[in-house]
């Protein structure tokens, strides 16, 4: 395979990760092993993983450590998973990887009959890049579950972080969130050395799940941490203010209301692992993560926000409901993977009462195998009572939305983000 066709591999959409450990422990053997030179706080958990990421290194920069970062899925480009710093690795270091992976990449396959899946290959990458830039930390966000996702081949981290639970990809990481939390469990880990005790932060889970975790750390050693409520204080344009703990006046840099809990991960996370203070302030305000709650303009309002199951919804609806007081109706335009809880979620929005004087818009995400068609979209929301409108283009939709000159808000699924930034470029 030559290097153009290996790229192009590496950057085709992936449907789902496989769920392995043995294809990224070959390939990062014949890297020499990077990923044993660096130091991780791991993230894992259903909804909220790339914010609690955001607000982690921001406060470790605003600290003073190179912080390196690894999430997923990108929105727009793959330089977006990876960056130091809150900068984005540029194209021809992309390249260079690619070119330093390949070669390993192509001996695993001669063991193995194939190819390390494009997420093993990226999750390689980042590690020679963070140890090639002397990354002081890196903060690392699982790509799906735990146990067997590429990303838990590191050693025990300096913190294993567990945002709330809830069902999701359940044909993969079970049925119920005992099961799902004994997966997403996977990334504690039993300290190197007996002398050592390790730490796992969590947000408030429930009984079946907190029991899981509380089973794991004793097993293996770690101290747990159930991180508590945010107190919120204020709210200025979408931004929520909080205290917690001895801290106060404390502002998400990124929007919604449901973001006092990912920063509340963070800032417990940074207090256990020493980080004063006002690098904690500082960070947290400086944060930011696209795609939720994102505020595309004001005139009229334009929100993206990537929530695409139960437990999304309901943190998209608690934060509409906040901002908009004299809610009087909006447009949705909704585009889902075909494997998500499309009826749950759209219940939810059903059942909030928000649909009321408010247009359903179905669009399907292009170029994704795993996308839902529009038909299968609408279909669901009639059973459920909902009228619903399909779209055979988001640029139609969302042309339409706009002349209703009432808010307009994008939800279902994080991929539609790139067509819809399609969209805008393609309008403005």
């Not at 404390?250 to 996370?269: D, K, M, R, S």
């Amino acid at each position: 395979m030559n290097n153009n066709n290996f790229a192009q591999y590496a950057n085709s959409f992936q449907a789902i990760a496989k769920l392995r450990l043995e294809s990224i422990r070959r390939l990062l053997h014949h890297l020499d092993n990077p990923q044993n030179d660096l130091k991780f706080i791991h993230v894992a958990g259903t909804n909220g993983k790339g914010s609690v990421c955001s607000f982690l290194q921001n406060i470790f920069s605003d600290a003073g450590f190179k912080t390196g970062k690894y999430t997923s899925p990108n929105l727009i480009k793959v330089s977006e998973r990876i960056s130091i710093d809150g900068k984005l690795i540029s194209g021809e270091e992309l390249d260079t990887l690619l070119a330093l992976v390949q070669k390993s990449a192509e001996a695993v396959k001669a063991e193995q009959g194939e190819l390390p899946t494009q997420f093993e290959i990226w999750t390689a990458a980042a590690f020679c890049y963070f140890k090639q830039k002397k990354c002081d930390i890196v903060i690392l966000e699982t790509g799906l579950g735990g146990t067997r996702d590429a990303t838990n081949i590191i050693p025990p981290p300096l913190a294993s972080v567990i945002t709330r639970l809830d069902l999701d990809h359940t044909e993969y990481l079970g049925s119920t969130l005992a099961e799902i939390a004994t997966e997403k469990a996977g990334i504690i880990k039993t300290p190197l050395s007996d002398a050592d005790t390790g730490l796992t932060i969590t947000a408030p889970q429930s009984d079946a799940a907190l029991s899981v975790l509380e089973s794991v750390c004793r097993e293996r050693r770690n101290k747990l941490i159930v991180a508590d409520a945010p107190h919120i204080t204020d709210q200025r344009d979408f931004h929520e203010i909080f205290s917690y703990k001895q801290l106060s006046d404390l502002e998400c840099g990124i929007c919604g209301f449901y973001q006092p809990e990912n920063a509340a991960l963070a800032v417990e996370t940074a207090l256990n692992l020493g980080i004063d203070k006002k690098h904690i302030v500082s960070g947290l305000k400086k944060a930011t993560n696209p795609a939720r709650f994102e505020i595309i303009q004001t005139d009229p309002v334009v929100i993206y926000d990537g929530a695409h199951n139960k437990n999304g919804i309901d943190a998209l609806i608690q934060s509409l409901t906040r901002y908009f007081p004299d809610w009087n109706g909006a447009t949705f335009i909704t585009a889902f993977m075909g494997d998500k809880d499309i009826e749950g979620s759209l219940r939810e929005l059903k059942t909030s009462g928000l649909l009321e004087n408010s247009g359903l818009f179905a669009v399907k995400v292009k170029n994704n195998p795993r996308a839902a068609e529009t038909e299968k979209i609408c279909s669901i929301a009639h059973h459920l009572g909902i009228s619903a409108k399909p779209f055979s283009a988001l640029k139609d939709a969302y042309l339409t939305a706009l002349k209703k000159n009432n808010p307009i808000i994008l939800c279902g699924s994080l991929y539609l983000y790139k067509d819809f930034d399609e969209v805008l470029n393609q309008i403005c």
